[in-house]
């Protein structure tokens, strides 16, 4: 160690979300005595993935700009960072609402190559989300690589610009369907097998929709109370959505799991996995159901690139619509495909990018700069 190309990573933070875990699977994967990965976030407090990080010999450098608001600061901070860092050739931009700012000082600095990465397909429609939004305005401006994890991804930030398609792929093996473990997980949960189990995995927030969730859940429990709900995650509208469901008095049929390390143990439980996200770019945690064999119900606000089993199905955010399909699918049986082959293939895409970062940092394609 120690003459490996080090990749410079800026996101909020590496709490565990759909981000976070791409860029960890890629990380896990990838060749460390070639490629290491280096983590620039905008918060002080420790997260999710921090300790993995620097056990696999990641450097985290904090800037919070997100709690302390103080752009100047930010700026000058950074503007420092990159002229002490020269070792960054290559920086991977996951943050479009500040990338026009850390982009700009890397580029002042000499960063050869700075990707901007589209994650996303729209914005909440709050103060915060169109202030954010104009800020997306703005994010390639100083990039001179542009990715996106979906063609409707990079549709919405690029525009009529060219860019790549990167999929949020996944270690298929990791979340195959075993059904001894499925029996482990129930009894641990105190779930019966003739227990019908709704599942949904993703952070506490407006996106997520987790209050047409519990709405949906009651309406399903009047037709049929031999049922549960599973949610996997944590976030600023948890106590929100907890005061709902005692509020409709069925939070003894949901079981709120906070942040799990064990996400592809608990896809076992599950008997159907359900997004009705307001918008999404491409959801990592629909790929993995699938690889589950899980039935997934995604919002029709959700890109049509995310079904690789060809079983799912997309529904307007109406809940008689929702509840419909999932008691039509009480009875499904897990569809279990191999996906060695699929693009979602984590040790393919691994293997792309470790070659695009070295062609990169080596400035072999010269015409990328700028």
């Not at 080090?6 to 565990?16: A, D, F, G, K, Y």
């Not at 580029?107 to 050869?112: F, M, S």
């Not at 690029?158 to 990791?174: E, G, Q, R, T």
Request: aromatic share 12%; glycine share 6%.
């Amino acid at each position: 160690m120690g003459n490996e190309i080090r990749i410079l990573q800026i996101v909020p933070n590496m709490q565990q979300g759909g981000i976070e875990n791409f860029i960890m699977n890629i990380y896990r994967n990838i060749d460390k005595n070639k490629i290491q990965f280096d983590f620039l976030v905008h918060y002080n407090k420790k997260c999710f993935f921090d300790e993995e990080i620097e056990r696999l010999g990641g450097k985290i450098y904090r800037f919070p700009v997100m709690e302390n608001k103080n752009v100047i600061r930010y700026i000058k901070e950074l503007d420092k960072f990159f002229k002490e860092h020269t070792e960054y050739k290559v920086v991977h931009g996951h943050m479009a609402s500040l990338a026009f700012i850390y982009l700009w000082i890397a580029k002042k600095n000499g960063v050869k190559y700075r990707i901007i990465h589209s994650h996303g397909t729209s914005f909440l429609k709050t103060v915060k989300g169109i202030a954010k939004y104009i800020l997306f305005r703005f994010a390639d401006k100083h990039a001179n690589v542009r990715w996106a994890c979906s063609n409707e991804a990079g549709k919405y930030l690029y525009k009529k610009k060219s860019f790549d398609v990167i999929p949020n792929a996944i270690d298929f093996k990791k979340f195959e369907y075993n059904p001894k473990i499925r029996e482990t997980v129930r009894k641990e949960l105190d779930i019966n097998e003739e227990t019908f189990v709704i599942g949904h995995v993703g952070r506490f927030n407006l996106q997520k929709n987790h209050k047409f969730i519990i709405n949906l859940m009651e309406k399903l429990l009047r037709e049929n109370e031999n049922l549960k709900l599973l949610l996997i995650g944590d976030g600023e509208t948890k106590e929100e959505i907890n005061k709902l469901a005692c509020d409709l008095n069925i939070n003894n049929k949901i079981i709120f799991l906070g942040i799990r390390e064990d996400v592809n143990r608990i896809y076992q439980a599950m008997d159907i996995l359900i997004m009705p996200s307001l918008f999404e770019g491409l959801p990592v945690t629909g790929i993995e159901a699938q690889a589950n064999g899980l039935k997934c119900l995604f919002s029709d606000n959700i890109t049509r690139e995310v079904d690789i089993s060809k079983k799912s199905e997309f529904i307007k955010l109406s809940e008689e619509a929702w509840k419909n399909s999932i008691i039509e699918n009480i009875h499904y049986k897990r569809d279990l495909k191999d996906f060695d082959n699929s693009i979602f293939n984590i040790e393919k895409l691994t293997k792309q990018l470790q070659r695009r970062y070295e062609e990169y940092y080596y400035e072999k394609f010269s015409s990328k700069k700028g």
